[in-house]
T-cell receptor, first 111, second 113 residues
Framework: QQPVQSPQAVILREGEDAVINCSSS?????VHWYRQKHGEAPVFLMI?????EQKGHEKISASFNEKKQQSSLYLTASQLSYSGTYFC????????????FGTGTRLQVTL | DAMVIQNPRYQVTQFGKPVTLSCSQT?????MYWYQQKSSQAPKLLFH???????NEADTPDNFQSRRPNTSFCFLDIRSPGLGDAAMYLC????????????FGSGTRLTVV
């Protein structure tokens, strides 16, 4: 089952904040977050581990609720360079390391 | 710089004509993945290698095969490409211990004519 992301798309003005949600129907070992710009490969942003510490960038952070099998990505003081499609990727508990990508959230930051 | 390299960047093939896409990595990662990404969709896992152990996704068509002759190289073979196989094909690598991010190559965009 593919993780479901919300919202599907969001338009922000530069400097505004956004939250992207990712929900899975399976028990999760980890959640990854990637950003993909048009025509380019996904770029790793951060990973959240079950029972582990959060890693991330200064203005981009994330949370992971293991019990609810949900993760949220927080973008603060957005910049034009944040534009792109954001994908969560989930690794399920009990399986070998392989990532299932979420449905994606298209983010556009304008002036 | 250590990286994942995919060749070619763009590939045009004829309907039904076998095609091979290649991926190489200098990261010395044990795990390599092939993803298919169609327009406006999420990447979809086709297969992955844990060292030389091959793992096929249940819904990967038989038309797709893969080879990993050594740690550094991985190939995706499409035996008889159809119009529906036109997509971006992404190679990715990760370390064997779980909890690490994936490093993606720049992808090969396949067009079937």
């Amino acid at each position: 089952q593919q993780p479901v992301q919300s919202p599907q798309a969001v338009i922000l003005r530069e400097g505004e904040d956004a939250v992207i949600n990712c929900s899975s129907s399976k028990a999760l070992y980890s959640v990854h977050w990637y950003r993909q710009k048009h025509g380019e490969a996904p770029v790793f942003l951060m990973i959240l581990l079950k029972g582990g510490e959060q890693k991330g960038h200064e203005k981009i952070s994330a949370s992971f609720n293991e019990k609810k099998q949900q993760s949220s990505l927080y973008l603060t003081a957005s910049q034009l360079s944040y534009s792109g499609t954001y994908f969560c990727g989930t690794e399920s508990s009990g399986t070998a390391s392989k990532l299932t990508f979420g449905t994606g959230t298209r983010l556009q930051v304008t002036l | 710089d250590a990286m994942v390299i995919q060749n070619p960047r763009y590939q045009v093939t004829q309907f039904g004509k076998p095609v091979t896409l290649s991926c190489s990595q200098t990261l010395n990662h044990n795990v390599m993945y092939w993803y298919q990404q169609k327009s406006s969709q999420a990447p979809k896992l086709l297969f992955h290698y844990y060292d030389k152990d091959f793992n096929n996704e249940a819904d990967t068509p038989d038309n797709f095969q893969s080879r990993r002759p050594n740690t550094s190289f991985c190939f995706l073979d499409i035996r008889s490409p159809g119009l529906g196989d036109a997509a971006m094909y992404l190679c990715a690598t990760s370390r064997v211990d779980r909890g690490n991010g994936y490093t993606f190559g720049s992808g090969t965009r396949l067009t079937v004519v």
